[in-house]
């Protein structure tokens, strides 16, 4: 979902194009210029499509930049982990909800911005305004690029994304308030406003309704995290931040969620996934790391939000490797967390067995100590077992694991 998200630079938000609406973009583009101190070097192309062309321009865009491998690869890692059910099709449900989702989207590699037919109101007016503050950075700093560069850690791409959404969605805000004769920022109200607008989702929009826990949340993130990410940054380096914050990026989800720890440089440190035995029998499938976000999401989804919060603070990284037997071709998920004290590892590693409990119909321990457990579940023998700050897993064998 990370990877086929990160393809799109979407506004969501219910969004109709007439000519008169992009009659205003020279004026638009002299505000953001305005706000942000960066010039438009060039004009942005725009054109109207409808939901049918917008559905196709997302299947081919797929189709161009993912493989059937890595989407199922993708898939499978998240139904491992728990945090999509069994029967979720992956592919299938991304293009379901950008379709439902996406307003208006600036295409970084044609350079181009695009926006659904219909009629124009102030719902419009802002969406066009974020996907030009998206075609400005692009300008600037290569918006393709600068998602290219995250991939190399799925957690940096998340914060990556939540960079460029919540800067657009600050600046469309910015925008309004300084044509409205205000300054030139968010207030706090209009800040809490958007970055809660997704807590009770329309009914307009069904499939982000029914879709997972996780697949919700990683949509959202990136503005709603995005958004008050950016203004804390710009509350610190005003202007700057625009620059700054392409020029040096978050290098995780938990610098966007906790911005003095952006401003503090506080790295993740990534474990390496435990040994899998047998490792010669298996092809590796997938690899990444996992954030605060990731487990943030799967606490929240078996353990509540609250205590999901709270205890995915104390994460200091994670990473994971999903292998597939050469032979017998079933999946086994190797992944590990270290914590910012061996009292968070040991908290997190209590509780773990009620993720497996929610995450899986059945439950068998077949041995257990205050530092390892050991059993069987829906998809093979697992074992989980605490090191000082650091919890490491093997799921998924068809023989006990000693």
Same mark, same amino acid.
């Given at each position: ?44 192309? #725009? ?60 295409? #970084? ?14 719902? +419009? ?59 030139? +920022? ?18 307009? #929009? ?7 826990? #996780? ?49 503090? !440089? ?12 047998? %490792? ?26 609250? +205590?999901?919060?709270?205890? %995915?603070? !104390? ?11 050469? !032979? ?73 694991? !000693?």
């Amino acid at each position: 979902m990370k990877r086929l998200l990160a393809l799109f630079v979407c506004a969501l938000a219910p969004v109709a194009a007439q000519q008169v609406l992009f009659s205003q973009i020279d004026a638009m583009e002299a505000g953001l210029s305005e706000i942000t101190g960066l010039r438009f070097t060039r004009p942005v192309p #725009y054109a109207v499509i409808n939901k049918d062309q917008l559905r196709r321009y997302l299947e081919d865009r797929v189709k161009e930049s993912i493989k059937p491998s890595e989407v199922r690869a993708e898939e499978l890692t998240l139904k491992l982990l728990g945090l999509v059910p069994p029967d979720f099709d992956l592919r299938k449900n991304t293009l379901d909800l950008l379709t439902e989702q996406a307003a208006a989207f600036y295409d #970084y590699n044609k350079k181009k911005l695009f926006m659904l037919e219909g009629g124009s109101g102030p719902d +419009e007016q802002l969406a066009l305004v974020h996907e030009l503050a998206h075609a400005l950075a692009d300008q600037h700093f290569r918006l393709a690029r600068f998602i290219h560069d995250g991939l190399r850690s799925d957690d940096a791409a998340t914060a990556r994304e939540a960079v460029m959404e919540g800067q657009a969605s600050w600046l469309m805000a910015a925008y309004l308030s300084k044509a409205s004769g205000g300054p030139a +920022e968010v207030s706090a109200p209009v800040l809490d406003m958007m970055a809660h607008s997704a807590d009770n989702t329309p009914e307009e #929009y069904p499939v982000l309704a029914s879709a997972p826990l #996780y697949i919700r949340e990683l949509l959202v993130f990136p503005y709603a995290d995005g958004i008050l990410f950016q203004d804390a940054i710009h509350r610190k380096l005003g202007r700057e931040a625009f620059s700054e914050l392409f020029l040096h990026p978050p290098v995780s989800t938990q610098q966007i969620v906790h911005p003095d720890r952006y401003l503090a !440089h506080v790295q993740p440190r990534i474990p390496d996934p435990p040994a899998v035995p047998g %490792a010669a029998a298996f092809r590796k499938l997938d690899e990444g790391t996992l954030g605060e976000l990731d487990y943030r999401i799967l606490l929240a989804q078996y353990l509540g939000k609250s +205590e999901g919060e709270t205890m %995915a603070a !104390h994460l200091s990284g994670g990473s994971y490797q999903v292998l597939e037997h050469k !032979h017998n071709a079933f999946p086994v998920l190797a992944y590990a967390s270290i914590w910012d004290s061996p009292g968070a590892a040991h908290d997190f590693f209590e509780r773990y067995l009620d993720i497996l409990r929610g995450k899986w119909k059945t439950l068998q321990i077949q041995s257990q100590t205050a530092t390892r457990v050991e059993g069987r579940g829906d998809t093979g023998f697992f074992q989980v077992w605490l090191d000082g700050d650091t919890v490491r897993h093997l799921e998924g064998f068809q023989t006990p694991l !000693h």
